[in-house]
Each structure stands twice: as structure tokens, then as C-alpha cells.
């Protein structure tokens, strides 16, 4: 007889409950990388509304130049308008070069201290010894925690020590003091670039910056200035809405992700869910429900105080949907109060902020989503752990199944033997 295809028959007809065990742990490990999958896309969507959870982000505004020399930027605090700029000067940091020396390798044989201080703040200190060489002196320069940056020059034929400021403005020049050595840096005629402020005239109007990005002279606008300009530059704010209804936009895009994903996995109406560990599952409808009540909440006190208004509202399977016309108008009609309602005012929170904070707590360690795939992971390992045992229940049984058929081989065998026996006595 075929004795092993006969235990593994048997072992296999009572192989039931092992399977049932295994698809179960497999379902909860599929389920905890499902949820995985829905925590990045709630991650998303929290990036989506952090574009609006600020007042400045809202704002629907764009600037323009009229020459490469300025380039701008506007945020929500902007207002319309248009502004002549002239750039006088750039802001520069400050540049020094020592005296020349043959080798950037050698041993300058110099021993003293190299003194560096950074407008009216404390003086730093570089201790050079006989045996530091031009590399070297400029790696501990660089080593020494200052706003500086030092590196070795090499014309073709001679070196010399570059040291620059790493910040422009007036306010950071630097001023050199060497005390039982020669470099040079602190000659007249070292200094081949002063540390200097930027200049512009806007509307005929002198602004100085410490810094090429100029902010804070027009509203809401920043100016990042790369040349000297001749002649005036035109800058312009204009209304954007397209702007904003693109970051509105973003928002419905990745909230239908998160709630599309839900109705996918754990089902939706008469929709069975795809993941048979997370069909009707409480922790999920928790989540579309909490945000679906997070976009209804009513913010301010002005006309438009739901999203609804503005033109965000709901379809019947709880995603969300955007009429563009509807929120241009709204725009139209009272910018201010569509800032406030999507971020705010003030330290008030707006329907962005939020949702915001809604995502934050579902994703965090004690969140919905992580309380739910931590429970799914410890029912995957206690399943793992019974398949485990079943496994060994059916090894057992199956050594059994071999022991009896031995036995009952050799049985057989002596019967056989004894029947042979027999047959010849009498034959």
C-alpha cells in the first residue's frame, strides 16, 4: 500500500482548522499594510490642508516683475497694486585675501593667534602653531564655529588664504587681529569686498535690507533682488483666484483618496468591502465620519461661515466636490471672510486648521489608525501562534498514523509468512 499517501490524505482531510488560521493571519496582515496605505493618505491630505491652514496662504494673490533683476512673491496679506523699484546696491558679505605663499601643503613655521570678530559681537579665536599650514589654518577657521568660511586660493602660481563672512549686511563685516603672525588679514589691502547692505528705492522711497530678500517694505510681497537695476522695475499684485482654487482643489482631490480607500476596503453601501478583516469596520466609518463633520463646522460670523458657501460641498458618498464659479464669487464678494473661514483669524482656528488637527491625532501613536493596525498586528501573531500549534497537533498525528501503519505492515508480513508456511506443509 501507498502508506505516505495515505497519511498525507488523512493529515490533509484534517488540515481544516490550519488553513482557516493561516487566511485569518493572512487577512489581518494584509488589513495592517491596508491601514498603512490609509495613514499615508491621510498624511496627505494633512499636507493638502496645511497649505491653507494659514492666512497667508489663502490670500488669492500673484506678483509679477517686469525684469529678471527682481523676483517676487506674494502671500495672503497682500494687497492689489503697482510699484516702481530701482536696486541701488545688493547686499554683500564680506571678502578678504592674506599675503601670498608658495605652498598650501608646507609648514608655515608660524605660532600666534588668529583673531576674527563679527561686527560688535565677541571675538573668536584661532590658535595657529609652527607646524599648521595654509589647508590647515583654514580648516580650523572653518572649525571654529564662526560666521566665516575660509579656503585656499591658488592664482598659478602662488596661494593665499580666502576668508569670507557667511552673512551680508553692514552688520556683519569683520574685522581681523593676528597676534605673533604675518597672514595679512588684517592689511588694507586685504579687504577685496566690504560687507554692505542692499538698497532699493520703491515709489522714490529708500529701503536698506541686510539680506538680497526684501520683505516687509511692501505687504504680503517679497522681493529677491539678484542685480543693480538702471531704471525702475515694475512690480505688480494682482488678484489670483485660479491660485487658490488650486489649493482648494489639492484638498478634495486628497480627502476623496482617504474616503474612496475606506469605501474600498471596508465597504460601502451594498458594496462589500475588498479586505475581509476590515469589511464594515467601526475604526474606519469613524474616520469619514469624523472629517465629514471636521468640513461642516462653522467658522466666524460673516456670510460665509461653512464651506458650503463657498462652494466645497458633499456628493452623497461623502466625498467632496468643488464649484469653481461659486468660489470665485465668493472671492469676489468678500476675500477676507473665505480667509477666515478656511484659517482663521487671529489665534481662531479655521475649518483647515481644523482638519488639520483631526488628521494629526488619527495618524499619531495613540491615533485611530494606529490603535486599529497595532490591534490587527497582535490578532496576526496570536493566529500565527495557533497555526503554529495546529501544525504541531497534525505532526503528531500524522507520526501516529506512520506508527500504526508499521505496525499493521508487520502484522500482515507475519500473517503472510505463517500462511506460506502452511500452504507448504500441506502441499
Known sequence: MDTEGIVTGLVGASSGTLNTLK????????????LSSISSLLATLQKSVDGLANTRDVGAYTASSSSSAIAVSANGTALPGSYNVKVNALAKEQRNYSTTFSSMSAALGQTGTLS????SGTAVNVAVTATDTLDGIAAKINASGARISASVFNDGTNYRLQVRGLDTGAENSITFGETGVALGLNGPTSKVQSA?????????FTVKRSTNQVSGAIQGVTLALTEVTTSPVTVRVQS?????????QSVVDSYNAVVNKIHQVAGYGTTKGTSPALQSDSALRSITERLQSALTTKVGTGAYQILSSIGLGSNRDGTLKLDASKLS?????DAAGVAT??????????????????TKSMTGAKGTVSLRSDALSSRARSLRDAADREQERLNRYADALRKQFTAMDTTVAGNNAQMTYINQMYA
Open 116 to 119: 576674527m570678530t563679527i561686527g
Open 240 to 248: 489670483d483666484p485660479a491660485g487658490l482654487q488650486s489649493k482648494v
Open 341 to 358: 473661514l478656511l484659517a482663521g483669524q487671529g489665534t481662531g482656528k479655521g475649518v483647515m486648521d481644523i482638519v488639520s488637527d483631526l
Open 196 to 204: 554692505a547692505d542692499a538698497s532699493i528705492d520703491i515709489d522714490g
Open 23 to 34: 487566511s485569518r493571519a493572512s487577512d489581518a496582515d494584509s488589513a495592517v499594510s491596508t
Open 329 to 333: 464669487t465668493a472671492l469676489q464678494n
